[in-house]
């Protein structure tokens, strides 16, 4: 099978209701092990201390929400949205203490 027609297969299968168990973002199956979008993790770095669902991850990271899209996440890509998540934290709150603990210029 080539890469295309082994995306357009399990969207097809979810389509048409034949299964309800592929990942919304790599269209893998998620038979085995799956999160919902509306499960909700527990962050705690020194950076950021929240707790937040896959759905709410889903929006800072710009993944629209769409109600007839798959709802639930093989682990893989769970895993990779959190670490995103967080790095885009990382990238924000460096941003902000850089610009914090600058030194004014005008002295
Ligand atoms: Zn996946």
Redesign the pocket.
Known sequence: MDEEVEIVMPGLKYLTSESEHI??????S?EQQEVSLEDSVKLQRPYLDESLTFASMFSELGVFEEPSLPQV??????T?TINSYLFKKLCQSSNENWNMSKKPRTE
Do not use: D, E
Request: with cysteine; glycine share 8%.
């Open positions: 990942c919304r973002l790599c269209f893998g998620t996440l093989c682990m893989n890509c769970a990779m």
